[in-house]
């Protein structure tokens, strides 16, 4: 899309967002890839479908937007705005979102794999079956995020506060889960083979019919934790965990 047009896209969306006339943007399936859009104001602006790879989104506003299917592999989504953004089915993989506002986004079916998420705030962020293979999530705020189904297999989410987290039946295998917060967690079904969880806060989790087998838990708290039906088998420092 040429750079006028886009220019005229935003000044129009801005009077809207202003309710002073203007038009919502509407950026469906267009084609942004590379583009410099740093800083931008597309608060609930239409993009779904849109091409976004590799563009410069650093800081950008896109709080409520819908982008259900946008292409942003490799984006740079550096500090953006996310909060309420539509991102069903989205393609974020190893898009940079390091420190974004995810707070309350619908991330359902998006792939996320070797995305950077570090720092991120997901909290109550919808990540029902999205793929999050060897992303990082370290340090990420996770609060009562949805993840049911997810696939986190290599992920690192050393530190990230997963606090009532919903993660029943998720793919956590060799996970890096060292020191993270996942009180009161939701780990039922959960495939944790050989996930580090070393140092993990564990208290009042549910691991019903969870499968531990060869995962490290030492120095673990699980006091409280429901862990009926659990496979423990061969897992490390369960006996140094509290």
Known sequence: ?????????????????KEESGARADLRQADLSGAD???VALSKADLSGADLSKADLRKADLSGANLSEADLRQADLFEADLRWADLTQADLREADLLGADLTGADLRQADLRGA??????????????????????VEANLFEAKLSAAALSGAALSGANLSRADLSGADLRKADLRK???SKADLSGAD???A???GADLSGADLSEADLTQADLT??????????????TQAVGLLDST
């Open 116 to 137: 950077i998420l570090r720092e991120a705030d997901l909290t109550q962020a919808d990540l029902t079956q999205a793929d999050l293979r060897q992303a990082n999530l």
């Open 1 to 17: 899309m040429e750079t006028e047009v886009i220019g005229e896209v935003l000044r129009r969306h801005a009077l809207w967002l």
């Open 196 to 198: 580090d969880l070393s």
């Open 192 to 194: 944790l083979r050989e």
């Open 37 to 39: 859009l740093r800083g």
């Open 180 to 182: 993270a917060a996942l």
């Open 219 to 232: 120095g673990a708290d699980l006091s409280g934790a429901d862990l009926s039906e659990a496979d423990f």
